[in-house]
């Protein structure tokens, strides 16, 4: 187990279990196993988390950019054509 406190930078919540959580280093975009614990209290799947602290604007601002991508990327339904 890696303890967010050992992780310098900005990490991205992937996964909460019960005991445990994923999360994604940005800088390298290399997934770590770590102690839900360690984590800030009210870390949700999504957020990020900087030096130990959850950075709220910045979890926000790329929910938004997630957002516009995939907006971005929708194909359109031909009219007529049913899924």
């Known amino acids: 187990m890696v303890s967010v406190v050992g992780l310098w930078g ?13 999360v994604v280093r940005l800088d ?19 957020d990020l988390v900087v030096d130990g602290r959850l950075e709220p604007g910045q979890t926000e601002a790329r929910r938004r950019d997630v ?3 995939r907006a971005r990327l929708a194909v359109p339904v031909p009219p007529g054509l049913d899924l």
């Open 10 to 22: 900005a990490v991205q919540v992937e996964l909460l279990e019960d005991t445990r959580a994923q």
């Open 28 to 46: 390298t975009g290399q997934a770590c196993t770590v102690e839900r614990a360690s984590l800030p209290s009210g870390a949700r799947e999504g």
């Open 67 to 69: 957002a516009r991508i």
